[in-house]
């Protein structure tokens, strides 16, 4: 079974506006961390946001927003008056108790349209 | 702070060769280093974890003699494609433990292409 699902793999939004980026995961864990990446077309990985299994509130990092919800294992990034820049891969990662390594989502192609 | 670079960003070379990749925590110490790779469109794949002063931890699935990972300081891990041949073309990505939560930071990726 998928650990990291993220089911859309492209989405539009305009400039200003607000979005939601899926991601269900998969874990009979009960610590575990929930990271979201962002990748723009030079390749490189961007860490945008971070939520513990136990955090009793949802991230937040500026204009990112983690929509956490632990009963349904899902941890949705909300990014609120897109900019063109946001324009980039996002990718989904969860990492699991006794596991330093991540475990990657297959990733949503965001294009904010001016 | 928390800059991971990689060295070189793009690379071309003959089948049969073999090439380097140098992944480097600038402003950290990294005790453990992770190496990824991405084919195009796709998400990235953990091929082995670097630790340093001991041998790597393979992903399953990864030839541990063709993929060559040495981790001899704290700052520096490095990944040899031994004897390449084109389908190891791919986008490698190095990344270091670090900060808090064990934030993992990414280099800046090494496209390797294979001729």
């Known amino acids: 079974a998928q650990k990291i699902t993220q089911t859309q793999p492209g989405m539009f939004v305009q400039e200003k506006e607000a979005v939601t980026l899926d991601c269900t995961y998969d874990?009979?864990?009960?610590?575990?961390?929930l990271f979201w990446y962002k990748q723009p077309s030079s390749g490189e990985m961007i860490f945008l946001i971070y939520?513990?299994?136990?955090?009793?509130q949802n991230a937040t990092e500026g204009r990112y927003s983690l929509n956490f919800q632990k009963a349904r294992k899902s941890a949705n990034l909300v990014i609120s008056a897109s900019q063109l820049g946001d324009s980039a891969m996002y990718f989904c990662?969860?990492?699991?108790?006794?596991?330093?390594?991540?475990?990657f989502g297959s990733g949503t192609r965001l294009q904010v349209q001016p | 702070g928390a800059v991971v670079s990689q060295h070189p960003s793009r690379v071309i070379c003959k089948s049969g060769t073999s090439v380097k990749i140098e992944c480097r925590s600038l402003?950290?110490?990294?005790?453990?280093m992770f190496w990824y790779r991405q084919f195009p469109k796709q998400s990235l794949m953990l091929m082995a974890t670097?630790?340093?002063?001991?041998?790597?931890?393979?992903e399953q699935g990864v030839e541990k003699d063709k993929f060559l990972i040495n981790h001899a300081s704290l700052t520096l891990s490095t990944l040899t494609v031994t004897s390449a041949h084109p389908e190891d073309s791919s986008f490698y990505i190095c990344?270091?433990?670090?900060?808090?939560?064990?934030?993992?930071?990414f280099g800046p990726g090494t496209r390797l292409t294979v001729l």
């Open positions: 990344s270091a433990l670090g900060g808090s939560a064990d934030t993992q930071y």
């Open positions: 874990t009979s864990d009960p610590s575990y961390g």
């Open positions: 939520q513990g299994s136990y955090d009793q």
């Open positions: 990662a969860m990492r699991e108790a006794g596991r330093r390594a991540l475990t």
């Open positions: 402003d950290f110490q990294a005790t453990t």
């Open positions: 670097s630790n340093e002063g001991s041998k790597a931890t393979y």
